[in-house]
T-cell receptor
Framework: DAGVTQSPTHLIKTRGQHVTLRCSPI?????VSWYQQVLGQGPQFIFQ???????GRGNFPDRFSARQFPNYSSELNVNALLLGDSALYLC????????????FGDGTRLSIL | GESVGLHLPTLSVQEGDNSIINCAYS??????FIWYKQESGKGPQFIID?????DKRQGQRVTVLLNKTVKHLSLQIAATQPGDSAVYFC???????????FGQGTRLTINP
């Protein structure tokens, strides 16, 4: 069975540009969460979506937005990119019920020049 | 508050020995905990989880212990193998918050 898939795997952008990252959850999973991981640190929560509705938001500026589609795939959008947005962006999916594990993709490595 | 680590603790063990990785979590309202393994260039991989109504759970070669009194979580890996080399993260799910909060991570290195 396919795990969580993310695209693209790597991306290089310049300051001020915008970016869209994509995620396909494990089949049957209805919840998708996004995390940012900078080098040497643990992932930081950005958003959670369940059944196309936002269920949680982390401490990130409004430049970050996301959505979930009817097929449960998701996009993360970041506008007005800053150098500090350089990170590994991880998507995780779960069944969406309480106390169910989140399973991660291998992420998109975003570099801002 | 949330745990954010700037310096990654390291643990070196001999191949075949048992490893114990520790984690202090921050929120007494957390009701669910997960250990993840992250290899270079990969996303975190689920290892084992435990609910707050339990104090021990065993998997294949791994055991998680939960001490809610002191807000401490540990991962024990039996008979450590070279393939166990990775960074290990604990994560807590804060009840009602719908998000995972990750610890700072521990880099496990296996010596031959």
């Amino acid at each position: 069975d396919a795990g969580v898939t993310q695209s693209p795997t790597h991306l290089i952008k310049t300051r001020g540009q915008h970016v869209t990252l994509r995620c396909s959850p494990i089949s049957g999973h209805k919840s998708v969460s996004w995390y940012q991981q900078v080098l040497g640190q643990g992932p930081q929560f950005i958003f959670q979506y369940y059944e196309k509705e936002e269920r949680g938001r982390g401490n990130f500026p409004d430049r970050f937005s996301a959505r979930q589609f009817p097929n449960y795939s998701s996009e993360l959008n970041v506008n007005a990119l800053l150098l500090g947005d350089s990170a590994l962006y991880l998507c995780a999916s779960s069944l969406g019920h309480s106390n169910q594990p989140q399973h991660f993709g291998d992420g998109t490595r975003l570099s801002i020049l | 508050g949330e745990s954010v680590g700037l310096h990654l603790p390291t643990l070196s063990v001999q191949e075949g020995d048992n490893s114990i990785i520790n984690c202090a979590y921050s929120n007494s309202a957390s009701d669910y905990f997960i250990w993840y393994k992250q290899e270079s260039g990969k996303g975190p991989q689920f290892i084992i989880d435990i609910r707050s109504n339990m104090d021990k759970r065993q998997g294949q070669r791994v055991t998680v212990l939960l001490n809610k009194t002191v807000k401490h979580l540990s991962l024990q890996i039996a008979a450590t193998q070279p393939g166990d080399s990775a960074v290990y993260f604990c994560a807590e799910n804060i009840q009602g918050a719908q998000k995972l909060v990750f610890g700072q991570g521990t880099r496990l290195t296996i010596n031959p």
